[in-house]
């Protein structure tokens, strides 16, 4: 790759500063599978050095072949932050800019937030006040720039809708270096799509994020389910339902014994007595995660709340655990397993992860195909199956989702830690593969969420009719495709298709 010398940086006056140093470090991220060196790493001071820098290599034209990645906390799977040859931008050094919490005097309440602090660092900013973010994604050590950058999804988005679902504005640096604050009333054609724009039309400076009032604290519950059929009747009931549950997410189980022993660590069972008889015997099993918010001073309107609608599911009733815990531990649950994975030395590993989004017409032949054939032997990480309501999502962002009323988010979650068998990642592309394929032939109607595709032709593919407006917007905003090269949707002439 062409790497430009430090001459070519040298207009620049910066409040902030590059570094030539740490490039190896940002060819890395926690996918672990793919690396690009950058020419350059830009440690902004301020919006106004990124703005400076993209403007920069705007003015330098078509015929310079560098690019500009925004990195947040380096969780892309496959060289989606990373610019080979370009300037990676490293987000994190704008958490300065303080977290501005605005509530009272009529105005519903928000958080002002830079697009590269953490979502933890959100949460215990607004929890001061009493407030906190309406969605969530499920590991909150991520950027916020970086999760509406694509959606952000967890258990609470079939009532609130994704992270993308509840922003007011936005603050961006468009491929031209042009720093513009947008949202539905002013720049609304920028501010939805940058909204799941995969980085492509400007780097997200700053977000206003809408809050609601936070609980205190959260009864946690898990049950399992042995029959595919009631676990998604239960999980659709649930999500369209008045009265629910405030989060919801499903598991798969595959080939796992000792469940419930291993939930002793952090849950009481319901029955002991019970729990202690249940057999796994291997089979595939489902387990239905809940939780219900509440404040101590409701805690026997949440028990019957409670109660009430567990007494609606069909779960195997020896398989109720449940916990209290507060709301931040709930919220920063992963965290808690990345501190012990880390420990073991299995957290920097690689991470040939498969998210897709299923129509719920075609779940049942998905799970049968898939739980019952490719993968009834062997998977190495956690599998999520949800479902949740597309009226929640906001059509105008650059999202693409499947075209039906409810769909579920399937995530393939595996760890490859060995180099070969069934520990590698090649056995874990192998069964990826599979199921993409599966998918393909059947006419599953199927979305890859966090897509990692090589090529034009297949992001052609994935968006579809509206390939149109999202080709539009880019030859708008970053007309020289300078922003997020890692995507790979519309690459510059100097940097590979495939890797």
């Given at each position: 790759?062409h790497v430009?010398?430090?001459?070519?940086?040298?207009?620049?006056?910066?409040?902030?500063?590059?570094?030539?140093?740490?490039?190896?470090?940002m060819?890395?991220d926690f996918g672990n599978?793919?690396?690009?060196?950058?020419?350059?790493?830009?440690?902004?001071g301020?919006?106004?050095d990124?703005?400076a820098?993209?403007?920069?290599?705007f003015s330098l034209?078509e015929r310079?072949?560098l690019?500009?990645?925004?990195?947040?906390h380096?969780?892309?799977?496959?060289?989606?932050?990373?610019?080979?040859?370009?300037i990676?931008?490293?987000?994190?050094?704008?958490?300065?800019?303080?977290?501005?919490?605005?509530?009272g005097?009529?105005v519903?309440?928000?958080?002002?937030?830079?697009?590269?602090?953490l979502w933890?660092?959100?949460?215990?900013e607004?929890l001061?006040?009493?407030l906190?973010?309406?969605?969530?994604?499920d590991?909150?050590?991520?950027?916020v720039g970086?999760?509406l950058s694509?959606?952000g999804v967890?258990g609470?988005?079939?009532?609130?809708?994704?992270q993308?679902s509840?922003?007011?504005?936005l603050e961006?640096?468009?491929?031209r270096?042009?720093?513009v604050t947008?949202?539905?009333?002013e720049?609304?054609?920028?501010?939805?799509?940058?909204l799941?724009?995969l980085?492509?039309?400007g780097?997200?400076?700053?977000?206003r994020i809408?809050?609601?009032p936070?609980?205190?604290?959260?009864?946690?519950?898990?049950v399992l389910?042995?029959d595919?059929?009631?676990f998604?009747?239960d999980?659709?009931?649930?999500?369209?339902?008045?009265?629910t549950?405030?989060?919801?997410e499903?598991?798969?189980?595959i080939?796992?014994?000792g469940i419930?022993?291993?939930?002793?660590?952090?849950?009481?069972?319901?029955?002991?007595?019970q729990a202690?008889?249940?057999?796994?015997?291997g089979?595939v099993?489902?387990?239905?995660?809940?939780t219900?918010?509440?404040?101590?001073?409701?805690v026997d309107?949440?028990?019957?709340?409670?109660?009430a609608?567990l007494?609606?599911?069909g779960y195997?009733?020896?398989?109720?655990?449940?916990t209290?815990?507060?709301?931040l531990?709930f919220?920063?649950?992963?965290?808690t397993?990345?501190?012990?994975l880390r420990?073991q030395?299995?957290?920097e590993?690689?991470h040939?992860?498969?998210?897709l989004?299923?129509?719920?017409?075609?779940?049942?032949?998905?799970?049968?195909?898939?739980?019952?054939?490719?993968?009834?032997?062997s998977?190495n990480?956690?599998i999520l199956?949800?479902?949740?309501?597309?009226?929640?999502?906001?059509?105008?962002?650059?999202?693409?989702?499947?075209d039906?009323?409810i769909?579920y988010l399937v995530g393939?979650?595996s760890?490859?830690?060995?180099?070969?068998?069934?520990?590698?990642?090649?056995?874990?592309m192998?069964l990826n593969?599979?199921?993409?394929?599966?998918?393909e032939e059947?006419?599953?109607?199927?979305k890859?969420?966090?897509?990692?595709?090589?090529?034009?032709?297949?992001?052609?593919?994935?968006f579809?009719?509206?390939?149109?407006?999202?080709?539009?917007?880019?030859h708008?905003?970053?007309?020289?495709?300078i922003l997020?090269p890692?995507?790979?949707?519309f690459?510059?002439?100097?940097?590979?298709?495939s890797l």
């Amino acid at each position: 790759m062409h790497v430009p010398d430090a001459d070519v940086l040298s207009p620049l006056t910066l409040d902030g500063h590059f570094t030539f140093h740490d490039a190896p470090a940002m060819a890395r991220d926690f996918g672990n599978r793919c690396s690009l060196l950058p020419a350059a790493v830009l440690h902004p001071g301020s919006v106004s050095d990124i703005a400076a820098a993209v403007g920069h290599v705007f003015s330098l034209g078509e015929r310079s072949p560098l690019t500009v990645a925004a990195r947040g906390h380096g969780h892309s799977l496959m060289c989606q932050s990373q610019a080979a040859g370009g300037i990676v931008v490293r987000m994190e050094s704008l958490r300065g800019d303080r977290l501005q919490v605005v509530h009272g005097g009529g105005v519903p309440p928000f958080v002002d937030a830079p697009g590269g602090e953490l979502w933890i660092n959100v949460l215990h900013e607004t929890l001061r006040y009493g407030l906190a973010p309406k969605s969530w994604t499920d590991y909150l050590h991520l950027t916020v720039g970086g999760t509406l950058s694509n959606a952000g999804v967890s258990g609470q988005a079939f009532r609130h809708g994704p992270q993308v679902s509840n922003v007011n504005q936005l603050e961006i640096v468009t491929g031209r270096g042009d720093v513009v604050t947008c949202s539905p009333e002013e720049n609304a054609d920028l501010f939805y799509a940058a909204l799941g724009g995969l980085g492509q039309f400007g780097i997200i400076t700053r977000a206003r994020i809408a809050l609601e009032p936070a609980p205190k604290m959260v009864r946690w519950i898990r049950v399992l389910y042995s029959d595919f059929a009631s676990f998604t009747e239960d999980q659709e009931m649930l999500i369209m339902a008045e009265k629910t549950f405030d989060y919801i997410e499903g598991f798969v189980i595959i080939n796992r014994t000792g469940i419930l022993n291993n939930w002793r660590t952090s849950f009481k069972p319901q029955d002991p007595v019970q729990a202690s008889r249940f057999q796994s015997d291997g089979r595939v099993l489902y387990c239905l995660e809940l939780t219900k918010n509440f404040n101590s001073d409701d805690v026997d309107t949440m028990e019957q709340e409670v109660t009430a609608l567990l007494s609606r599911l069909g779960y195997i009733r020896s398989t109720l655990f449940h916990t209290d815990v507060t709301y931040l531990e709930f919220l920063d649950r992963v965290h808690t397993s990345e501190v012990k994975l880390r420990a073991q030395g299995l957290w920097e590993v690689p991470h040939p992860w498969l998210n897709l989004l299923i129509p719920r017409s075609s779940i049942q032949r998905f799970a049968k195909e898939v739980f019952g054939k490719i993968l009834k032997d062997s998977n190495n990480g956690p599998i999520l199956l949800y479902p949740v309501n597309k009226s929640k999502w906001d059509n105008r962002t650059s999202v693409v989702i499947p075209d039906e009323e409810i769909f579920y988010l399937v995530g393939f979650l595996s760890s490859a830690p060995s180099l070969s068998g069934h520990g590698s990642v090649a056995h874990a592309m192998n069964l990826n593969n599979q199921i993409v394929e599966f998918c393909e032939e059947a006419d599953i109607g199927m979305k890859q969420y966090l897509a990692a595709y090589t090529t034009q032709q297949q992001w052609k593919a994935h968006f579809g009719a509206r390939w149109e407006t999202f080709e539009r917007r880019k030859h708008t905003y970053d007309p020289l495709a300078i922003l997020a090269p890692g995507q790979r949707i519309f690459p510059k002439a100097s940097l590979p298709l495939s890797l």
